[in-house]
């Protein structure tokens, strides 16, 4: 009995091992195509690049950097380094990017015939963008700053319009280094001659993203007369990219909140949550937008929906703006205050404490606003009661401030102690309908004319049409030929003899 139960033991084990190495050579084989379809993807990418030098289009750049996203998540050291080390025919190029990497620079056998002598400045800006990427993902600030600088300063001496994109992302990513080292106030400078720069040049991708960088290093630091002076003399250019100019419009909805115009706040923000793409990569930006935009909309005495705050991306990022919002819809003071004082380490944090504090009076005016609506007439003593207020001289001051404001329809007597509302007017009496229809309209219109702009047409397209009109015309003219050929024949031949 025990040989028996010894054998199957003795023969299991080798397939045990059998089955570990399959999983560890899986693995290996698995490494080994992901770093291939990576190098393969890099190499199509410089194709696509020089493609772009040659037809000088910018689309086949922008389908290089669409591909960062996928690129960044697979990208390691020795698959850059790989890629260096074969685009480089010199050493000293191919070693200042792979002291960065903490390789070594093994110079690689080419062949003579394929070896490169000129590489191209826009393959060249990749590979240092790449490189900056993968430091920013490694957590290495100083190795990035100094790459950054010097990759920075390589690029402004260029002049070269097939550049802008790349310049645009790089200038992105120094400004990202610094601001993780809290240096942003030394770059100042150089982004406000390179923005002049590139405002000269009509480099309009990088022109809108220095204006952001700049907004941004303006905000961090609380410099928002700074901020507002710099929108007021500058201008955004109408071709940029999407993404710029919701960041764009963001920075204006913040500014104009501060600036107390509440009605532009509200549309600037709503522009940019509309630019913004929805997806998950953005729920950052979108939760920070959603949040301004709440509190700029409570302060217009508007309700947000709250179908909002059910989004799941939103959910979390607006539990205490939710609180806030119920204080503001009821006009409970004492709700508002207890939510204010909960969440106030998280409002500075989000930079929207100083505009919550402003609501108070929105509270309160919300309140009066259903008072009114409830009640035909409440005496002032009432008011208080129901609003919390100190005394009733208070009351009658804020009940007056909201009639004149147009907040509510009413009358104050101040001999009786009371408030009267009047008869609710009928909108469609009014030009508010048609202000309305007139917004969608003219919505409707820029979002054609917009789309008509973006459209893309080949070169040299209207030469073929023109080679066809020619031969078109050609083939008309011998057929008129023809024709009247043919009628001289019939008019002198058979007609007249048989006359």
Not at 151 to 164: F, G, I, S, Y
Not at 360 to 367: D, E, L, P, Q, S
Request: hydrophobic share 35%; charged share 30%.
């Amino acid at each position: 009995m025990s040989t028996k139960e010894t054998k199957p033991e003795k023969e299991t084990q080798p397939e045990e091992m059998e089955i570990e190495e399959d999983e560890e050579t899986k693995q290996l084989r698995l490494e080994k195509e992901t770093t291939a379809s990576v190098i393969a993807e890099l190499k199509r990418n410089f194709s696509l690049l020089e493609r772009a030098v040659d037809t000088i289009e910018s689309r086949f750049t922008t389908r290089v950097l669409r591909t960062l996203p996928s690129i960044r998540r697979r990208l390691t050291s020795s698959i850059l380094s790989q890629v260096i080390s074969e685009y480089y025919s010199s050493d000293e190029q191919r070693s200042f990017l792979l002291q960065y990497l903490g390789e070594e620079n093994t110079s690689m056998e080419v062949d003579s015939g394929k070896e490169k002598s000129n590489e191209l400045p826009e393959v060249d800006m990749y590979l240092h963008l790449l490189t900056l990427i993968y430091l920013l993902d490694q957590n290495q600030l100083e190795k990035g700053i100094t790459l950054a600088d010097k990759t920075l300063e390589k690029l402004l001496q260029l002049n070269r319009r097939t550049l802008d994109q790349l310049a645009a992302r790089v200038h992105f990513y120094h400004a990202r280094f610094y601001e993780l080292s809290n240096r942003l106030a030394e770059i100042r400078p150089l982004q406000l001659a390179s923005l002049r720069t590139a405002t000269l040049r009509r480099d309009d991708e990088t022109q809108a993203t220095l204006l952001n960088l700049l907004l941004r290093n303006y905000f961090v630091h609380n410099l928002y007369d700074q901020a507002d002076k710099l929108v007021s003399k500058s201008a955004f250019p109408e071709n940029a990219g999407n993404n710029q100019a919701a960041r764009y419009a963001y920075y204006l909805g913040r500014i104009k909140a501060l600036q107390l115009a509440y009605t532009s706040a509200h549309t600037y923000l709503t522009q940019a949550i509309r630019k913004a793409p929805q997806n998950t990569v953005t729920a950052g930006f979108q939760q920070t937008v959603h949040k301004f935009f709440i509190v700029v909309q409570l302060l217009l005495g508007e309700i947000p929906e709250r179908s909002l705050f059910r989004q799941p991306m939103l959910k979390k990022a607006l539990v205490p703006y939710l609180h806030i919002t119920q204080a503001v819809r009821i006009g409970d003071l004492n709700k508002f205050q207890e939510g204010l004082a909960k969440f106030e380490a998280v409002f500075k944090k989000d930079k929207t404490y100083t505009l919550i504090l402003r609501l108070r009076h929105n509270v309160i005016k919300t309140g009066i606003r259903m008072i009114s609506l409830s009640y035909s007439k409440i005496s002032l003593r009432d008011i208080c009661i129901k609003l919390h207020l100190d005394s009733e001289e208070d009351a009658e001051f804020i009940v007056s401030k909201a009639i004149r404001d147009g907040v509510i329809d009413a009358t104050l007597d101040h001999n009786g102690g009371f408030m009267k509302s009047k008869e609710i007017v009928d909108i469609y009496s009014t030009n508010e309908p048609q202000y309305a229809f007139n917004q969608r309209i003219t919505f409707c219109m820029n979002l054609h004319n917009d789309a008509i702009k973006a459209m893309r047409f080949p070169l040299d397209a209207h030469r073929k049409e023109l080679a066809n009109a020619e031969a078109a015309r050609e083939r008309e003219r011998e057929l008129a030929q023809e024709i009247a050929e043919g009628d001289l024949d019939d008019d002198g031949g058979d007609h007249l003899g048989d006359f």
